[in-house]
């Protein structure tokens, strides 16, 4: 039976003849090669990468400490302690923790909440307006707004007369987990405030007040463009695209706005926002990571050879040249995404590039993730951008036509910057009307309209009412 056959072999030794025993005595070399190498094998490759890593690392390290090098370092000012303080008495949270604690008025934010999403609403869609002029407001939000008007008032005047609100930030900060930057959700709130008392100012003929709530505004908005981090960029991008918006329907707007327009449309504030969390999440990365071995200065030889031994072979190398390789696939797309013209270039497109690009040593591509979010936030920071160059031109347009008192009969198309190889048309109709259109079709679709239309000319007079606009495109 072959369960007592095995156990008699082991029990009673194989007889083997003198050949067969010679054979059995005999090196074997390759085997013993191999065996040696399989062993050794992991230990090569955590050698190979350790001494890889840290030939790429230095270069990377410089390019990173350059970059926070650059990035301004902001602390609190009383301005916006303040500002927090009014913003609470609207039952808006404060942006940060105060030594004496800033409490959100419970009965005006249950207000604000009752109206927050109408108030959401009214301002999408007037900024999508093609023409005007502006609807009035709707029963509920000039209820709101006449109630709080008296605190909006008090903060925009301390806008205009006081230094620009500033919050903490520290790039260094930022990389510890349990340090909570301001979020500022309250100042996105405070925006749309400050727009719809400018909308009703508008309506009721007040072009000096309007003028002010927008300055208000930009104070307001001044030192987050200045920060580096995503959100708040996120932030300056959408306040400023909506703000601008609404500028094409207001009258005698001051001459300075087309200046602002004009650097605002030539900046890229969202993705000024990803090259900092790149280099951020890079940074975040390397705190994560074991610290090396270290011998101390009386360490015996021994000591120091562990050490070595410790950081050379170390399995966390692996994992830090996988950080290593996903920040330069990130900047390598980055860079990419600059020689694109977004008029030319779908998102499709931009997300298949960002696919190829090799990390970890594999041509895997960019994460999918990473890569939809990315050609995302590029579209978007570049329809915005259009539609910031769209306000620039028609605030000229309207400026040229208040100071002659008509339209003027004809004007060169204007080369877009934002879109080299496409221009803004203008043309005067029979009608009296006039248009302002973009000469280029969008390969990708495009929530931002990229048109004005006019059918009179508002004047000069601020409790004068404006006729009525032909709303057709």
Known sequence: MPFFGCLRSTLYPLKLNPKQREQLKRPRPILFCVIIGLFCSPWLVLFGIDTYLRQQQVQTNLQAKAFFAQVPIHTSNPAAEQ??????????????????????????????????????DFLHSQSGKVSGPLDPLPAELERYINLRQPIIDEMQTYLLNNEAPRWVMDSDRMTDPNYPPPGFFNIRSLQKLLLLSAMQAHQQGRVNDVANILEASWQLNKTITERSDLSSQVLVAVISAQRASLLRHFDQVPSHWQARLQQQSQAQPIMKGVVFETWLRYRIQQNAWIPAAVAGPDASGGEKIRAMLANRFSVQSYFKLASLKNTQAARRALEQLTGLNVCTTPQVVVEKRLFTIETDGRNKGAEDAFAAVIAKR????????????LSHHVLQLKAEAQASGSWPIHRVPIASEACPGAEWVYTLHDDGSMSFDFSHILLSPSAIPLRYRSSYLSPASETAQPPSEDSSS
């Open 378 to 389: 590029w579209q978007t920071a570049g329809m915005r951008s259009l539609s910031l160059e």
């Open 83 to 120: 500002i927090d303080r009014l913003g609470a008495r609207l039952g808006l949270n404060p942006n940060v923790s105060y030594l004496s604690t800033i409490e959100p008025d419970v009965s005006a934010a249950k207000d604000f909440v009752a109206i927050e999403q109408l108030l959401n």
